[in-house]
C-alpha cells in the first residue's frame, strides 16, 4: 500500500493533528476528530459501554466537554460550518487569486 513504514505514516499524521488547522481562532482538525469519535462512541455505545461502562461514559463525557469547549456556537451548526469551509476551498481551488 504504501513504501513508508506504518510507524513513519503515523508519526507524520500526528505531527499533522498536533498542528491542526485554525481560523478564526478554532482548530477545525481537532474538532472533527471529536466530532467523528463521539459518533463512533455513539454508535457502538452498547458495545464498548459493555466492556468498560465507566471508561465509556468518561471518554463521551470528556469529548462531549472539548467540542462545547472549543466550539463557541451551537454544537448542531458545526457539520454546516465544516461543509461551508470546504465549498469555500474548493472555490479557492478552482479560481485561483
Known sequence: M???PGHAVRQRFREFTDRGIERDGINYLQMAL???????????????????R??????????????????????TLILPRFRQLDRERWQSAQNPA
Open 2 to 4: 504504501t513504501a513508508l
Open 34 to 52: 471529536d466530532v467523528q469519535l463521539l459518533y463512533v462512541l455513539k454508535k457502538y455505545r452498547d458495545f464498548l459501554a459493555g466492556i468498560d
Open 54 to 75: 465507566e471508561a465509556y461514559a468518561g471518554a463521551r463525557s470528556e469529548l462531549e466537554r472539548r467540542i462545547t469547549t472549543g466550539w463557541p456556537h451551537d454544537a
